[in-house]
């Protein structure tokens, strides 16, 4: 067989899908395994948005669309970023993106060369260093420390700048830690970027997925025109992960060459399923709440229970759906925890190394199941320790 290219050899996956399947085996021979390794919602699409999406395809929306996205949700999302960031971009900064990760990767594919480094949190979302790592750029990691409640510090960035220095990732609410970043501290980010001569890609996934704190963004600072980009999308707030929806809004020069990369690798974004995004924001916004409100539940439940766990030590996260427990205490690292955990108490969790260097010593539980099992994986691990 011939040789793979470079870029092929150096872009990975993520841990998630790996634990998922060792729990899948041990589920067939006849093991019971409470999951809380994949980062989905446990609820299902709302009603109104299913029904969007099922008269859409009644009503032919079946064909091809124009790359960037329907005029409709592009509109929608007009208001919805004036809406929830401040700030109305144009028209022709929006860009629709069948789920938010081909919105990562464009975005990086369209600013990254060789040689340049991009900057990032660590331990983070595993897409942007297998980007970085396709593109053949340096990963810088910025660490996110218990102690900063796992925030990334501006003057850690800050010290990290070089005149390689292309790109600065942000993710707030974040992933792994569930750590929401202040405004003050995002806004020394994009003072800095401005500074440097630096993008940002903001990646605000989670952005109606707070508990006591207000939504951010970096992008404010220059509105998404000269050298910032707001990725947002549907799946989280939504519950829509399978739907595979998400927008940019970034500067016009970028968003004309975000539109060469859909025509050339996936041509365009499901026409029904951009209908059932413009009722997702436009229509009834109650099921966010109630699910906020559940979810505020579960995270209460899920760090009381860790905290009473011999040798772990769990902050309450802030923002998202994910606790990420301090495990040191308990003698092992993270692999072997996640490992004891999982044959010793049929509970899936990730060690926090899956997100970068900076998760040892910590693993992460996503904490979208029900307060039934959430209780049950509580008593297992605390069982399986002794």
């Known amino acids: ?222 509105e998404a025109r000269e050298r910032s980009v707001l990725l947002d999308g549907f799946s989280k707030y939504f519950a829509m992960t399978g739907w595979r929806l998400g927008f940019m809004v970034a500067p016009v020069k970028m968003a004309d060459k975000l539109q060469d990369f859909l025509v050339s690798a996936v041509s365009c974004t499901a026409d029904f399923t951009q209908w059932a995004g413009v009722e997702a924001l436009t229509g009834d916004q109650s099921f966010i709440a109630d699910m906020m409100k559940r979810f505020k539940e579960k995270r209460d439940r899920i760090v009381k229970g860790l905290n009473q766990i011999n040798g772990f030590k769990c902050l309450s996260p802030r923002g998202a759906f994910y606790a990420f427990p301090n495990i040191k205490k308990t003698g092992m690292n993270s692999q072997e925890c996640a490992d004891h955990i999982l044959y010793k108490a049929g509970v899936a969790a990730l060690p926090g190394t899956a997100f970068g260097p900076y998760g040892e010593g910590y693993l992460r539980f996503s904490y979208a199941n029900t307060l039934k099992n959430i209780d049950e994986a509580i008593e297992r691990i605390e069982k399986s320790f002794h």
């Open 1 to 222: 067989m011939p040789e793979l290219s470079n870029g092929a050899k150096k872009i990975y996956g993520e841990a998630a899908f790996e634990v998922l399947a060792k729990a899948q085996e041990l589920e067939r021979k006849g093991k019971h395994i409470l999951h809380f390794e994949i980062g989905e919602p446990d609820m299902e699409t709302p009603k109104n948005i299913s029904e969007a999406g099922i008269i859409a395809i009644k009503n032919k929306k079946t064909h091809y669309t124009p790359s960037i996205g329907i005029l409709e949700l592009r509109k929608a999302v007009q208001d919805q970023v004036e809406k929830t960031r401040g700030f109305r971009p144009n028209l022709d900064q929006v860009v629709i993106t069948p789920g938010l990760k081909p919105g990562i990767f464009f975005s990086m594919l369209a600013v990254v060369n060789p040689g340049d480094e991009v900057i990032y949190q660590d331990p983070g979302y595993p897409t942007y260093g297998s980007v970085s790592s396709f593109l053949r750029a340096k990963g810088v990691m910025i660490p996110l420390l218990e102690e900063n409640e796992f925030r990334m510090n501006p003057d850690d960035i800050k010290k990290k700048i070089t005149s390689k220095t292309k790109l600065i990732i942000i993710n707030s609410p974040q992933n792994p830690t569930g750590s929401v970043m202040a405004k003050s501290e995002l806004d020394e980010i994009a003072m800095l970027a401005e500074e440097h001569d630096i993008f940002i890609v903001s990646d605000e996934i989670y952005s109606k997925m707070t508990y006591e704190c207000d939504h951010y963004t970096p992008t404010a600072r220059d």
